[in-house]
Structures are given as C-alpha cells and as structure tokens.
C-alpha cells in the first residue's frame, strides 16, 4: 500500500510545481513620453507564478500620468510586450516583465513648463500659470508621495529637473 502512495504524492508534487500559484501583480508605470502621448505600465513576473492583475489598476494609473501632461485620458493600445530578464541554465525564463502601452489622448489642456516658462518670463503671471521651477516642485512633491522603487524614483526624478 505505501508504494502506490509514493507515485501518488510524486504526481501530486509535479502538478503542484507544474501549475504554479496565483500572485497579484501591481502595475507600475516604467516609462512614457509627453510628446508622443504614451505611458508604458507593466509588472513583474517570476517562474510559476500565475500573474494575477487589474488592467483597471494600470489605466487609472495611465490616466493619471497622461492627465499630469495635459491629455483628457488614456487608453491601452492592445497587445503585450514580454521582457524576460533572468534564464536558468537551460535557457527558460525565471524572471521578467510583462509591458503595456497606453496612448494619451484628448487635447494638451496644460502647458509644457518650457511654454511656461516662456509665457512667464514675457508677461505677468496669470493665475493659472506656473514658472519652471514652481512646475518642477510640484512635480517633485508628487513624486515624494508616491510609493516607487528607488531606481524609478531616480528615473522620473531626471526627468522632471531636466536631466
């Protein structure tokens, strides 16, 4: 009786290791342009995991990135761009990236904070408008707020100071 259990607890343990388990996955925003209206979301994947994701979590985040620059709101392009990042010995990935292109859309409403800049240093400053450094502090102060991986925390960083 104990041997016919032993194949049994072997299959068991294939399938376990086969299937792999169920993991929510949080997007997170990895890159973009303004000027071409698009934002790049994507999460992060490990051997047998089965990914578990909100694609209304990746929009409302694309949304709020293209309404920062000045575009009413977001939509996903389709599709999918997987990145593997790690391989194991035998070439399998164990570690990589799945990425989603959003297109900002809807007119610019906001100013560029060079045509702010600009607007500002040839007139009187209206209400609304706002001097390249007002812009980049309160781009700043956004970024303090949100949760992000140091290296992205750099990345976006640059690119508000111009770097």
Excluded: H
């Amino acid at each position: 009786m104990r041997t016919a259990s032993i194949p049994l607890a072997a299959l068991m343990l294939a399938v376990a290791f086969t299937t792999g388990c169920a993991v929510k996955k949080d997007f997170y925003a990895t890159g973009g342009s303004r000027a071409d209206g698009t934002v790049d979301m994507a999460y992060d994947f490990a051997q047998f995991e089965q990914p578990l994701v909100n694609p209304s979590q990746a929009q409302s985040i694309a949304q709020q990135k293209c309404t920062v620059w000045g575009y009413r709101e977001a939509e996903a392009f389709g599709g999918k761009t997987t990145n593997c990042n790690q391989r194991d010995g035998w070439g399998n990935c164990v570690a990589g990236q799945v990425v989603i292109k959003y297109q900002c859309i809807g007119d610019l409403g906001v100013p560029s904070p060079e045509r702010v800049t600009q607007v500002s240093s040839t007139a009187a400053p209206s209400e609304g408008s706002l001097s390249k450094a007002q812009w980049q502090q309160q781009q700043l102060d956004e970024l303090s707020r949100k949760s992000i991986p140091y290296e992205q925390y750099q990345q976006e960083y640059r690119r508000i100071m111009g770097q």
